[in-house]
């Protein structure tokens, strides 16, 4: 069967830093993405891991551990505009599957 | 380079009639999925064609079906709608051609509205 599991809603601060988990359970692996999605617009693409490690880009940063089954998003000196919803998904392999979305709200 | 293209935007229909929805891929991405969003279900993936061919299809009546042209344009079709099948209906384009498969690009969607 094929479960990927991510918090519902996260809520922080303008300045301070989020970790948004995501743990996965599929028939196979070919990679892990993470997407934005502001409201009322398409999901666009932040990360990708497909071997164990941190890959930085910019203020985002993402982590995977394959033997785990988990990945993590990390949002850096967040910004108000960073207020959407953050999409966790694994290429399994043919299809890309999501998670129901983890919606962060930043206040200031 | 033109992103995915989806038309129409928005649509209304009524219970019992059926509806044909409309993707353009990334030119030269060979790959196109197609997916349904709900605000309590999230993004559920519908299937996936490449080179004209299904290759995978989620967990959906026999109701939701597709194609993909010769020109990776792709169209997806539901019968009988329903009142649940009103959603945001997502088609993404991967798979360039001579190139590592990686991310999916999303069109903007169409929302359909069953009444």
């Known amino acids: 069967g094929q479960n990927i599991d991510q918090p519902t809603e996260m809520t922080a601060t303008e300045g301070a830093i989020v970790q948004i988990n995501c743990t996965y359970q599929?028939?196979?692996?070919?990679?892990l993405f993470w997407y934005q999605q502001h409201a009322g617009e398409a999901p666009t693409f932040l990360s990708y891991n497909v071997l164990d490690g941190l890959e930085e880009k910019g203020r985002f940063s993402s982590f995977l551990s394959r033997s785990k089954g988990y990945s993590y998003l990390l949002l850096k000196e967040l910004q108000m505009k960073d207020s959407a919803s953050y999409l966790c998904?694994?290429?399994?392999?043919?299809?890309?599957?999501f998670g129901k979305g983890t919606t962060l709200s930043v206040s200031s | 380079k033109a992103g995915v293209t989806q038309t129409p935007r928005y649509l209304i229909k009524t219970r019992g009639q059926q509806v044909t929805l409309s993707c353009s891929p990334i030119s030269g991405h060979r790959s196109v999925s197609w997916y349904q969003q709900t605000p309590g279900q999230g993004l559920q993936f519908l299937f996936e064609?490449?080179?004209?061919?299904?290759?995978n299809k989620g967990n959906f009546p026999g109701r939701f079906s597709g194609r993909q042209f010769s020109n990776s344009r792709s169209e997806m079709n539901v019968s009988t709608l329903e009142l649940g099948d009103s959603a945001l209906y997502l088609c993404a384009s991967s798979w360039p051609l001579g190139q590592k498969n990686t991310e999916a690009f999303f069109g903007q969607g169409t929302r359909l509205t069953v009444v």
């Open positions: 599929t028939s196979g692996f070919n990679g």
């Open positions: 064609y490449f080179s004209e061919t299904q290759r």
């Open positions: 998904a694994v290429r399994d392999p043919l299809a890309l599957i």
